[in-house]
């Protein structure tokens, strides 16, 4: 299985930024997918699920109504669409995912992404 995040870079407070990530190795629909960001020196936090059939999703208190998940099965890819950034958005963003239920948890996850850098500055 190999997850491929991109779309990573620098951005201006209050400017937007769209997440991509590439699945492979599994079936992709079978699979609830997540986004994760870790800024320097803190833990892995959570910031949006979305299940197998792109019904139901999830979305973390701090970037509610900013941030929105989506996911193309047809073409194993899922989204995160970044608007209104702000400087402490600023982070590696991880894409995940789990054969199991939706998880706010990095644990909940089986498969992990290398990571794509965002940065937004003031």
């Known amino acids: 299985v190999q997850l491929q995040a991109s779309g990573g870079g620098l951005v201006q407070a209050g400017g937007s930024l769209r997440l991509s990530c590439a699945a492979s190795?599994?079936?992709?629909?079978?699979?609830?997918m997540g986004w994760f960001r870790q800024a320097p020196g803190k833990e892995r936090d959570f910031v949006a699920s979305?299940?197998?059939?792109?019904?139901?999703?999830n979305t973390a208190g701090s970037v509610k109504g900013r941030f929105t998940i989506s996911r193309d099965n047809a073409k194993n890819m899922v989204y995160l669409q970044m608007t209104s950034l702000k400087p402490e958005d600023t982070a590696v963003y991880y894409c995940?995912?789990?054969?199991?239920?939706?998880?706010?948890?990095?644990?909940?996850?089986?498969?992990w992404g290398q990571g794509t850098l965002v940065t937004v500055s003031s």
């Open positions: 979305i299940g197998g059939s792109g019904v139901v999703s």
């Open positions: 995940a995912a789990a054969s199991r239920g939706q998880s706010v948890y990095s644990g909940g996850y089986d498969y």
């Open positions: 190795g599994l079936t992709f629909s079978n699979y609830n």
